[in-house]
């Protein structure tokens, strides 16, 4: 299998043009940071290239068909249908980063969120019984540090 290539690549080859090292450059993804307290800007970077991403295909498929219908061309109304599908595809991918987002959000409330609930059966004296013993032992543990210091 090859290597995974960019929309620009795919766009490219399908209309049989060079594509320049620069323009390739430009839209290389950047380091993915991992860290939680990024993920928000990393999250409008990300939805900002995608609607990107989507606007450039809309307009090339505009151009696509265009082709297409002056030239009745099979080749180009297959272009014309890759472009489409590309497309599709950023859609799709634009709504898992949302889905996305909402599973990291809610994994970060969960994370915050822990409650513990601490339940005691029996009496008011048998607590304080409890409550004494623990007063006393604490106090000679005090009282033991004090002394050997």
């Known amino acids: 299998m090859g290597e995974k290539k ?6 490219a080859d399908e209309l049989g043009v060079e594509l320049h090292e620069t323009e390739i450059q430009k839209h290389e ?7 939680t307290e990024h993920a928000d800007q990393d999250y409008r970077a990300v939805r900002s290239n995608l609607y990107d991403i989507i606007s450039k295909g809309n307009d090339a498929i505009d151009g696509i068909l265009g082709v297409a219908s002056e030239g009745d061309s099979p080749r180009a109304y297959e272009v014309a249908a890759q472009m489409i599908k590309t497309v599709a595809e950023a859609n799709k991918d634009l709504v898992d980063l949302h889905k996305r987002m909402k599973d990291i959000r809610k994994e970060e409330t969960n994370i915050n969120t822990t409650t513990n609930n601490a339940i ?12 004494d013993q623990s007063r006393s ?3 000679n543990v005090t009282n033991e540090i004090v002394e050997n210091d």
């Open 137 to 139: 032992a604490a106090k």
């Open 29 to 35: 993804p950047t380091e993915i940071v991992q860290s």
């Open 120 to 131: 005691y059966v029996g009496s008011t004296k048998d607590l304080q019984q409890l409550i």
């Open 6 to 11: 960019s929309v620009d690549e795919k766009i």
